[in-house]
C-alpha cells in the first residue's frame, strides 16, 4: 500500500469528477492520505463561480445512461463525496498558483474545499514517495 | 456485552457502503460490532480489503439473497 495518493486533477470534463471523488473517497477510507493538485481545465470548477462541468461530446450518447444509473444509485455529486472524504481522513486540496495566476484568480476567488494556493515544488516534497494519479 | 450498530447501505455502490462503514467505525468504540448490510457486488473483497488495511477483524461475512452481510469487530483503534 502507498505512502499515499498525489492527484493531479487537469481536466475538466464531468466525467473525469468521478475518479477523482471515488479514488479519493476510497483513500480517505483506507487512511491513506490524499494531495489533490487542481490546474488546467479543472480550475474553474473549485472556485466560487463554479461552472455545472460538461461531459465529452464523443461520449454524449452514454450520458443519459449515465445520469439515470447514478440517480438509481442515489449517488452523490463529485463535490459532495470529496467534502465528505475531507471529513473522512487526511485530505487536501490544492489549487495550482501559476493556472491560479494565468486565469486571474486570487485565493478569494476559490471554493472553501480549497486548502490553499501552492506552488508545484510544495506539491511534489509534500507528496514525496506517493503514488502520482493524472487526471 | 459488546455493542452492535447496524449500518444499513443496501442500494449504495462502490464507495458508498465502506464510506458509510467508516462513518459508523469513527464514533465506534473498540470491541464494538459493526454490522453493514450493502448490496453492491463488490462490497466483499472491498470490505475484507478495509478491514485488513485498517486492522479490524471480520466476524462474519456472508451472502444471502443478493444481500451482503458483514459483521467488524473494532479492534484497529487504539
Do not use: H
Not at chain 1, 471515488?22 to 490524499?34: F, W
Not at chain 2, 488495511?53 to 484497529?76: K, Q, S, W, Y
Request: glycine share 8%.
Amino acid at each position: 500500500m502507498s505512502k499515499g495518493l498525489a492527484i493531479i486533477m487537469f481536466s475538466g470534463e464531468a466525467e473525469k469528477f468521478i475518479p477523482l471523488a471515488v479514488l479519493t473517497q476510497t483513500a480517505a477510507n483506507l487512511g491513506v492520505p490524499v494531495r489533490v493538485f487542481v490546474t488546467g481545465y479543472a480550475l474553474p470548477y473549485f472556485t466560487k463561480n463554479k461552472p455545472q462541468p460538461r461531459f465529452t461530446k464523443e461520449f454524449e450518447d452514454m450520458v443519459p445512461a449515465l445520469l439515470e444509473g447514478m440517480r438509481k444509485l442515489n449517488m452523490p455529486q463529485w463535490y459532495d463525496i470529496l467534502k465528505e472524504a475531507k471529513e473522512t481522513g487526511d485530505v487536501k486540496v490544492y489549487v495550482c498558483s501559476l493556472m491560479a495566476e494565468v486565469m486571474g484568480l486570487k485565493k478569494e476567488d476559490l471554493d472553501p474545499i480549497v486548502d490553499d494556493m501552492v506552488g508545484a515544488a510544495f506539491f511534489m516534497t509534500n507528496t514525496e514517495g506517493y503514488q502520482v494519479i493524472f487526471i | 456485552m459488546s455493542e452492535r450498530i447496524t449500518v444499513d447501505a443496501r442500494g449504495m455502490a462502490c464507495p458508498g457502503p465502506i464510506t458509510k462503514l467508516v462513518r459508523a467505525y469513527r464514533k465506534a468504540s473498540p470491541g464494538t460490532l459493526i454490522e453493514v448490510l450493502a448490496t453492491d457486488p463488490g462490497f466483499k473483497p472491498d470490505v475484507e480489503a478495509w478491514a485488513k488495511r485498517t486492522g479490524n477483524e471480520i466476524v462474519e461475512l456472508a451472502e444471502e439473497n443478493g444481500v451482503i452481510r458483514a459483521v467488524i469487530r473494532v479492534t484497529g483503534k487504539k
